[in-house]
């Protein structure tokens, strides 16, 4: 999957509203020990929000790294938190059907 339409990401973000986020961006920045956490937990939940503490002035860069490294889409930035999606790719473990 390459790119999300318009209504897709609705959806996706019609789906994440509720859960909290799984990965804080703190002093330490991105290391090698954050994008193994966010993989992990993009290969276990699909959807997941990221929450900037700190260099949330370079949240946009930040967050293309972080989707380039983790072969992820961003389905949105709000405010200071990164909204990603990677759909897995058995289709009997997908939790997310996209319209």
Do not use: C, W
Not at 24 to 42: D, F, P, Q, R, V
Not at 61 to 82: M, N, P, Q, R, Y
């Amino acid at each position: 999957m390459k790119n999300m339409n318009s209504l897709q990401r609705r959806y996706l973000k019609g789906q994440v509203h509720h859960m909290e986020p799984v990965i804080y961006i703190g002093k330490n920045g991105l290391t090698e020990g954050t994008i193994h956490s966010i993989s992990t937990a993009l290969s276990a939940k699909e959807l997941i929000k990221i929450k900037f503490h700190e260099f949330k002035d370079n949240k946009q860069e930040i967050s293309e790294k972080i989707a380039s490294d983790t072969f992820s889409l961003i389905v949105g930035i709000i405010g200071h938190t990164l909204i990603l999606f990677k759909q897995n790719s058995n289709p009997e473990k997908q939790k997310y059907r996209l319209p």
